[in-house]
């Protein structure tokens, strides 16, 4: 079978999973026997701590197993919720899988001894509430490398991509490469806009991501769209993820809501198809990016962009 074969046959696969209601991405991995009994005796702040912890170390598993495998997925500090199945059936080799379902099995029992006693319940924050972590003036300061700043061709040095927030709407984030005269931030090739739901909707270089996210963002969402190259828009990538965990990442003493969504798909291009996966970080607050890691063979979509500081206005 050829990799174009393999490709296929696991999207239509993962299609079929969709469509049915199974978890993202292949089998669950079942959770070691807890029994709600040991924690009878435990408080309800001392089930909250503990739920805390669990969950904690689930993160750190997943990005101990993504470290060693190149892809780094759960990082960032996210973690303080976690989507079971997909963090399990992307992780379910030998000891990784071991410990995630010994963690899993106790997640599943201190919940449940929570709901068996007057505790208050643990909760998703929903996306959007709280202080905005982004003001008009700030920059924002992505290291880069995978794709050349100025559009060209492939390049695996890191480089500085530093973009001043223009306006926050309420629908929109507006941004302005910090390396352009104020009289050229106002043209149409020049300019960066994400909506608040965490879509790129502009942007002079690196894939664009304009329906990808649809709706907001909870723990376990799934989204679908394309990626589209700025410079070849012919040359596309169709993907679907899923939100793997959120949970706060401070950052130069900003507060962000992060959503971490598992990607994969294909790209089409002229020649054919290739693989395509990786990882993409929003703000649930602002919609701003905190982080974009895409392999693949497609230089087009090569690319990992991080945010590493914000800095406020010089006053």
């Known amino acids: 079978m050829t990799m174009a074969e393999r490709v296929c046959r696991f999207l239509t696969l993962w299609v079929l999973c969709l469509v049915s209601g199974c978890a993202l991405r292949a089998v669950d991995v079942p959770a070691a026997a807890v029994s709600p009994a040991d924690f009878g005796g435990w408080s309800c702040a001392r089930i909250g701590e503990e739920l805390e912890r669990v969950r904690r170390n689930a993160a750190q598993v997943a990005y101990a197993f993504d470290e060693r495998a190149g892809s780094n997925i759960v990082a960032m500090g996210v973690g303080a919720v976690v989507f079971w199945p997909a963090l399990l059936a992307m992780r379910s080799n030998g000891e990784d899988r071991a410990l995630l379902a010994q963690l899993k ?26 202080a905005l972590p982004l003001a ?67 942007g002079p270089v690196g894939p664009l991501w304009p329906q990808l996210v649809r709706t ?10 394309e990626l ?24 130069s003493g900003r507060a962000f809501d992060a ?50 500081r914000v800095a406020a206005p010089a006053h």
């Open 105 to 130: 099995g106790r997640h599943e029992a201190l919940v449940a001894a929570q709901a068996q006693r007057p505790c208050p319940a643990s909760v998703d924050t929903p996306a959007g509430q709280g």
């Open 259 to 308: 959503a971490v969504i598992e990607l994969f798909g294909e790209v089409q291009d002229g020649q054919g198809s290739s693989r395509l996966e990786g990882v993409l970080v929003i703000d649930r607050h602002t919609g701003a990016l905190l982080r974009l890691d895409l392999y693949g063979s497609h230089p087009a979509f090569r690319l990992q962009r991080r945010l590493v």
């Open 216 to 225: 907001d963002l909870g723990l376990g969402s799934v989204v679908s769209g």
């Open 136 to 202: 008009v003036g700030d920059t924002l300061v992505y290291e880069q490398r995978g794709v050349a700043l100025d559009g060209g061709p492939a390049v695996e040095r890191a480089r500085e991509l530093s973009l001043r927030v223009l306006g926050i709407g309420p629908a929109s984030l507006a941004m302005a490469d910090s390396a352009l005269t104020p009289s050229r931030e106002g043209a149409a090739t020049a300019g960066w806009q994400m909506d608040r739901l965490g879509n790129l909707l502009q």
């Open 228 to 251: 589209v190259d700025p410079q070849d828009t012919a040359t596309r990538a169709r993907v679907r993820g899923q939100v793997v965990a959120l949970g706060p990442q401070m950052l």
